[in-house]
C-alpha cells in the first residue's frame, strides 16, 4: 500500500514537472500548440418553459478586499469569508452577470454589465457583454427591451456601446421608477455622504445624459415584459428590482443585486455590503426573498453569482447555502 502524504505528493510534482520539461529520452518536450492566453465566451443556454434564456457573462473583477467591504463586521471576518471560497489571498472576486430572455415574441437584456468602455481599461476583465452576446449568435440591434434592476454602474454602462453611442439602437430602455426618481434628484445627489454614493450620480447623469426621454419607467408587482414581472426587492437601492420569469408551468427568480457575492452575503444574510443604499433594509429583503425561495425550491439567478449563476437556495438555520445547478450540455 502507498503511504501517500503532502511531502511524497509534493516530491511526485516536482519530478513529473522535470521529466515534462525534458522528455522521455531527456530532450526538451515542446508543446504542439503555444498557450491560447484566453477564455472561450462566456454565454449558457437554459430554458424556463417555451422560453430559451441566456446568462451572458460580462467578466469578473478581482480587487484587493477594502477594509469595509462589509461595513458591520470586523475586516478578519469578511477575510476569513474570502479565504474559504478560495479567492486570491487579500482580495475579493465579484462576477458581473446580465440575461437574456427570449420570450418568442421579444428579447429582453436584464441588466447590461459594466460597458465595453471598461474591456481595455481592465485589460478584459470586464466589458464582455457585447462580445459574448455575438458569441452567442445574438445582434444587438435585435434586443426589443433593456430591463434594468437598478441604476449602479455594473448594470447600466452596458448600454453605451465604446464611442457612447446607444449599444442596442432598438431597444426600449426600462427602469424601475423609484431608482429613477432616487438617482436623477438633484437634491438628493447633494445629501450624498460617501464617494460611492457620489460616483453612482454622477454615472447615473452621464449614463443618461440626452436619451432621458427615451427611458420608460415601471412600477413594482406588473408585468413589465411578456412572461416577466417585477418584484420589489429595494434596499440594496430605494427602487431595486428582482424578477420572476415565467412560462407554462416553469419560473425562474432572477434576483440582481439581492446579495452581492453569495459566499458573503447570502452565507451571511445579515452583513452589509460597502454598496447597499440602505443596509437595514437590504437585510430585511435578503431573508424574505431567500425564504420565499427556499420554500418554493425556485431556481435562482444571481448576477454576482458564479458564472453561470444559477442555482438553488436552502436555508442553514439562520443563514442560507447556495447550491449550484450542475453545467447540462443541453437546452
Known amino acids: 500500500m502507498t503511504d501517500l502524504n503532502r511531502r511524497h505528493l509534493l516530491t511526485g510534482v516536482a519530478a513529473m514537472g522535470a521529466a515534462s520539461v525534458l522528455g522521455p529520452l531527456g530532450t526538451p518536450a515542446r508543446a504542439a500548440e503555444p498557450p491560447a492566453g484566453a477564455q472561450a465566451p462566456g454565454f449558457y443556454r437554459y430554458k424556463v418553459g417555451a422560453y430559451e434564456c441566456t446568462s451572458i457573462n460580462d ?16 475586516k478578519a471576518k469578511a477575510t476569513a469569508a474570502a479565504e474559504a471560497a478560495y479567492m486570491p ?3 475579493v472576486t465579484v462576477p458581473f452577470n446580465p440575461q437574456l430572455i427570449n420570450t418568442g415574441s421579444k428579447l429582453v437584456l436584464i441588466d447590461t454589465g459594466n460597458g465595453v468602455a471598461n474591456l481595455g481599461p481592465t485589460k478584459g476583465a470586464v466589458g464582455r457583454t457585447l462580445q459574448n452576446l455575438a ?3 445574438v445582434d444587438p ?5 433593456v430591463l ?8 447600466t454602462n452596458g448600454i ?9 439602437p432598438n431597444a426600449e430602455i426600462m427602469v424601475p421608477s423609484v431608482d429613477w426618481a432616487f438617482w436623477t434628484s438633484d437634491e438628493n445627489a447633494a445629501k450624498a455622504k460617501t464617494d460611492v454614493m457620489k460616483n453612482y450620480f454622477a454615472n447615473v447623469k452621464k449614463t443618461f445624459a440626452g436619451i432621458e426621454s427615451k427611458v420608460a419607467k415601471y412600477d413594482w408587482d406588473k408585468e413589465v415584459a411578456p412572461g416577466i414581472t417585477s418584484i420589489s426587492t429595494p434596499g440594496h437601492t430605494p427602487g431595486h428590482t428582482s424578477f420572476v420569469i415565467a412560462s407554462g408551468n416553469s419560473k425562474i427568480l432572477i434576483q440582481s443585486d439581492v446579495t452581492n457575492i ?3 452575503f447570502l452565507r451571511n444574510p445579515d452583513w452589509h455590503v460597502m454598496y447597499d443604499e440602505n443596509p437595514e433594509l437590504a437585510q430585511k429583503t435578503r431573508h424574505k426573498f431567500y425564504d420565499m425561495a427556499a420554500a418554493e425550491k425556485a431556481t435562482v439567478v444571481g448576477f454576482h453569482f458564479t458564472f453561470p449563476c444559477i442555482g438553488h437556495v436552502e436555508k442553514d438555520g439562520a443563514k442560507y447555502r447556495l447550491v449550484p445547478s450542475a453545467w447540462n450540455p443541453v437546452i
Open 148 to 155: 434594468l434592476s437598478h441604476l449602479h454602474p455594473d448594470h
Open 89 to 91: 489571498q487579500g482580495m
Open 59 to 74: 467578466g469578473a473583477r478581482s480587487f484587493p478586499l477594502p477594509d469595509t467591504f462589509v461595513t458591520n463586521v470586523p
Open 135 to 137: 458569441a452567442a449568435g
Open 262 to 264: 453569495p459566499e458573503f
Open 160 to 168: 453605451r456601446a465604446a464611442d457612447g453611442s446607444m449599444a442596442f
Open 141 to 145: 440591434k435585435s434586443i426589443d427591451i
